[in-house]
């Protein structure tokens, strides 16, 4: 059970284990806005002015959403190498392609 003003703790487990792609838009922005009011109410409440209830679920929910904001830093930096790797390999494969062309054209440095 949750408390006055707070997203039960059903409906949360409900949004996470139902796929977005089976939601409509309005269900994904309905359950991204009660999350974050959720997430306010959670942060400011005293935790003595918590249910034994809201608490665990709390503790619970605190640690899935900053090991959640901690997977998507990862894989966004994670995202971030990729491009760079995939960048340095193109420029690479550029330069080559260049110098083999020059080579093949016999206006490469050596033959100058």
Do not use: C, N
């Not at 679920?57 to 966004?76: E, F, I, L, P, R």
């Amino acid at each position: 059970m949750s408390d006055t003003g707070r997203k039960p703790l059903s409906d949360k487990v409900s949004d996470t284990m139902t796929p977005d792609s089976q939601k409509s838009y309005a269900e994904q922005v309905k359950e991204q806005v009660t999350g974050v009011y959720d997430k306010v109410a959670r942060d400011i409440q005293p935790e003595e002015s918590k249910s034994t209830s809201q608490s665990a679920a709390d503790t619970v929910t605190g640690k899935s959403s900053d090991t959640k904001d901690t997977a998507d830093t990862h894989q966004q930096s994670f995202v971030e190498s990729a491009k760079q790797y995939a960048s340095s390999a193109q420029k690479s494969a550029a330069d080559t392609l260049h110098s083999a062309g020059e080579y093949l054209s016999g206006k490469s440095e050596k033959t100058k």
